[in-house]
């Protein structure tokens, strides 16, 4: 079945770093973009960052823009943001999913605290 586990969020302060890590199952990876979408605090999910399935187009909501990068590994059926200069409303739980999206994972919870 389809599976989506993120990993690699955790505690770090303002102006940090922190690489993601979602690792994709149970479908052909390298058929389909990707997205990297984030939930904070008492706020809906929006997305963060597109990548295509060559991993040759990508595109950012404009509040992470020039901080964060996405990339895929398709030999490795995982994709991966790369946060930087992390700021307080970077907080949130982060989920990647596939376009179309498929059943969710449980996500990587990220904490930009001093």
């Known amino acids: 079945q389809v599976q989506l586990v993120e990993s690699g969020g955790g505690l770090v302060q303002p102006g940090g770093s922190l690489r993601l890590s979602c690792a994709a199952s149970?479908?052909?990876?390298?058929?389909?973009?990707m997205h990297w979408y984030r939930q904070g605090p008492g706020k809906e999910r929006e997305l963060v960052a597109f990548i295509n399935n060559y991993g040759s187009s990508t595109n950012y909501a404009d509040s992470v823009k020039g901080r964060f990068t996405i990339s895929r590994d398709n030999a490795k059926s995982t994709v991966y943001l790369q946060m930087n200069s992390l700021k307080f409303e970077d907080t949130a739980v982060y989920y990647c999913?596939?376009?179309?999206?498929?059943?969710w994972g449980q996500g990587t919870q990220v904490i930009v605290s001093s």
């Open positions: 149970g479908f052909t990876f390298s058929n389909y973009a």
């Open positions: 999913n596939s376009v179309p999206p498929r059943p």
